[in-house]
């Protein structure tokens, strides 16, 4: 079965991307996962300023995943422009890379994307939006909102012509109507979803097992989630889906393909073994030769028996 896909209008040599945050901006996991051979990258999410994140423990296990709340650190917009993506272009050239962006507002977001855009490195956005906002909701995801996600989405859009992908919440109210808001402002696509919200308390002494207290759940506990937040998206809008949550190997991305994306995202199974992304991949193309399949893109919205 073909791998090769083209979607936002770029060449993917197979579906299966490195999801935010889980392989820093590359060069930190380049001595552990062939980048030449992954569909795709997404950076570790950027802010306008340096981050040194939340205070430690940052990362715990819980059943069917683990827990992180690294706060995102990173070095900020500035220093990636002038470090970190001269060396993007240098070293992955041929395969896509799309920027993640952070902030406590829609101004920032725009900041970051004027400061960033001509920049040479990487091919489209990926807007974090399920990162906690200053300005409208008190603290909560812009996710969350449909005028909130629709009003960064707006603010940013007029200032790039890179695809714009937006990254949205599972635990959006009405996640529909985010879509449809986000859509219209101007995304050219979304990917589904960030980590689900959680706590886990030490039994004995009550304490959180993060040292920020509650944190986000990754892995295959938030599959499902994922997987039904993709196939609502798909009901609602006809551009292309990203599919990330609890993947970890070839069955998982086949349903999230199957419930409308094109492309998919393997997260924190790369913590657990690096060579993750490339177990899903080859797991991928031989379920689709089983299949009968020529093509990837064949599987994308193949849902059988479920009404819209
Ligand atoms: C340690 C860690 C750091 C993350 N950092 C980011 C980030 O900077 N930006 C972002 O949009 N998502 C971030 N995520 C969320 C992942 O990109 C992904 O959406 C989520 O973990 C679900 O996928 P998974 O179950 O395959 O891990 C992070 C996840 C983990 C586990």
Redesign the pocket.
């Known amino acids: 079965m073909r791998l090769e896909q083209t979607v936002f209008g770029l060449s993917f040599r197979n579906p299966v991307l490195l999801?935010?945050?889980?392989c820093g901006f590359g060069r930190e996991v380049a001595e552990v996962i062939d980048l030449s051979a992954v569909g795709g990258l997404?950076t570790?999410?950027v802010t306008l300023e340096p981050r040194a994140g939340n205070p430690s423990p940052?990362?715990a296990g819980v059943d069917g995943?683990?827990m992180?709340s690294?706060g995102?650190t990173?070095p900020g917009a500035p220093a990636v422009r002038h470090d970190v993506l001269p060396w993007l272009e240098a070293n992955l050239s041929g395969t896509p890379v799309f920027v993640?962006v952070?902030g406590h507002s829609p101004e920032e977001y725009a900041e970051i994307v004027s400061l960033l855009d001509d920049g040479p490195g990487f091919q489209a956005w990926?807007l974090?939006l399920?990162?906690p906002n200053d300005t409208r909701l008190g603290g909560q995801p812009f996710a969350l909102d449909p005028e909130a996600a629709a009003g960064v989405t707006a603010r940013v859009r007029g200032l790039t012509d890179r695809p714009l992908v937006a990254?949205l919440a599972p635990n959006a109210p009405d996640l529909a109507a985010v879509v449809k808001a986000v859509e219209e402002a101007g995304a050219d696509g979304f990917?589904l979803?960030?980590?689900m919200p959680g706590l886990a308390l030490d039994p004995l002494t009550g304490r959180p097992a993060l040292g920020a207290g509650v944190g986000?759940v990754?892995?295959?506990?938030?599959?499902a989630m994922?997987v039904r937040a993709v196939w609502t998206a798909s009901q609602v809008t006809d551009l292309p889906l990203v599919g990330?949550?609890?993947?970890?190997g070839g069955g998982d991305a086949v349903q999230y393909l199957r419930a409308g994306a094109s492309l998919v995202?393997?997260?924190?199974?790369s913590?657990w073994d690096p060579r993750s992304e490339g177990r899903v991949r080859k797991e991928l193309a031989r379920l689709g030769r089983q299949m009968g399949l020529s093509s990837v893109d064949e599987l994308t919205g193949k849902v059988e028996g479920l009404a819209g």
Do not use: D, H, W, Y
């Not at 990330?244 to 970890?248: D, E, H, S, T």
């Not at 995202?265 to 199974?269: E, H, I, K, L, T």
């Open positions: 999801a935010a945050g889980t997404v570790k999410s940052r990362v995943g683990m992180n690294i995102l990173n993640s952070a990926e974090n399920s990162c990254k990917t979803v960030n980590t986000g990754s892995g295959p506990a938030i599959r994922g990330v949550g609890g993947i970890a995202q393997v997260g924190s199974a913590f």
